[in-house]
């Protein structure tokens, strides 16, 4: 009988509610408006079964936290924006790993082993001028639990064309991978539109084009938000569409750079919304889903693919907070159980892959 699988949830988001005002797309309706913090994630994973197919069992290991799009700016001097609200998302996280709460931030001491990574904004075209001085703040923040920051993000889904073509971008990313860390890619082909993917393919082709240091990890978010909601009639429907034509072409471009991975992780917030008390018909979401995921398997192989809840963003298309995550989990695991995927290659994809990606141990 082989040992539980350890899950590492290579991304989810945590915010307490003191902190709602300092997220850059808070508004009075957001439907994520409320403290999302480590008790709001425990309910939602607890408890984690058994695969009904296979057999496994699974435990949750921890996750690696991402950043929440807090109000910022590249330029520290702006005096409206700037660096503060990010550094103060890093001292969050790092009173979460030490076990040092604050009163009403939503965690215990208990929890200080579940945060297995942090991966923090930080200002990526500013180039490295800019990342030395912000990564020197993060250190202070941090204290002895610097080794925990495992990789930043600059969200470019909402940002202007051109932002990651800008020589400060591309230099950026090639120092953090002379530091060691990883880069979140957030962008979004359904509502921003597929020039960011082409965008992206272009970035990555002028970062690794520089053979003579060491590359930058990059790991892909939520398998760069593709249209899940084209007609289904089913796959052949799919596979001709010119926006998955597009999209795999680009994925695969992508792909072609050994240091880069994929999250399969987001599709809820792609899909049609779910409802919290009519159990959805699973296997025909992954119909639905399976000719995406199977060139992303194709391309980056199960040793590239990693899991991703994208915690609490997934409660809004999964049916809320008692379901979704469960039910994401579902859908994975019925996608490996398509792909044929042997016990190790489901390890790796459930936390090796995340593991190795982030350089976290589990």
């Known amino acids: ?87 103060d998302e890093v001292s969050f996280l790092t009173r979460i790993i030490t076990g040092t709460p604050v009163q009403g931030e939503g965690h215990t001491e208990d929890d200080r082993h579940l945060c297995l990574g942090m991966v923090p904004w930080a200002p990526v075209p500013g180039g490295p001028e800019a990342l030395v001085k912000y990564m020197g703040l993060v250190r202070e923040r941090t204290g002895n639990v610097f080794n925990k920051v495992c990789g930043v993000r600059y969200l470019v889904q909402d940002k202007p064309q051109g932002v990651m073509l800008q020589s400060g971008f591309v230099e950026g990313l090639r120092w953090l991978g002379r530091e060691g860390l990883a880069f979140d890619l957030g962008v979004d082909a359904r509502q921003g539109g597929m020039w960011q993917l082409r965008e992206a ?76 008390k009519t159990e959805p018909d699973l296997k025909a979401l992954v119909d639905r889903i399976q000719p995406w995921t199977d060139v992303v398997f194709n391309v980056f192989g199960p040793e590239r693919v990693m899991f991703g809840s994208d915690w609490p963003v997934c409660n809004v298309g999964g049916g809320g907070n008692t379901v979704s995550w469960g039910r994401w989990k579902r859908v994975v695991e019925e996608v490996l159980d398509r792909r044929g995927l042997s016990h190790e290659e489901r390890e790796d994809v459930w936390g090796g892959v995340a593991a190795k990606a982030y350089g976290v141990e589990i």
């Open 201 to 276: 393919a272009e970035m990555m082709r002028k970062v690794f084009e520089d053979k003579n240091q060491r590359v930058v990890r990059i790991v892909i978010n939520h398998l760069c938000k593709p249209n899940l909601r084209l007609p289904y009639h089913g796959p052949a429907s799919v596979v001709t569409h010119p926006d998955f034509l597009e999209w795999s072409s680009l994925i695969t471009a992508m792909a072609q750079y050994p240091t880069a991975y994929m999250k399969l992780s987001g599709g809820f917030s792609e899909l049609l919304p779910l409802e919290e």
């Open 1 to 87: 009988m082989p040992k539980p699988t350890p899950i590492i949830d290579s991304h989810i988001h945590l915010f307490p509610k003191s902190h709602l005002p300092t997220l850059a797309w808070y508004g009075p309706e957001s439907p994520l408006g409320a403290q999302h913090s480590v008790d709001e994630y425990r309910q939602a994973t607890s408890p984690t079964p058994t695969s009904p197919t296979t057999g496994e069992e699974h435990y949750l290991r921890g996750f690696i936290f991402l950043e929440t799009d807090r109000i910022s700016s590249v330029d520290e001097s702006d005096p409206k924006l700037g660096w503060s609200h990010p550094l």
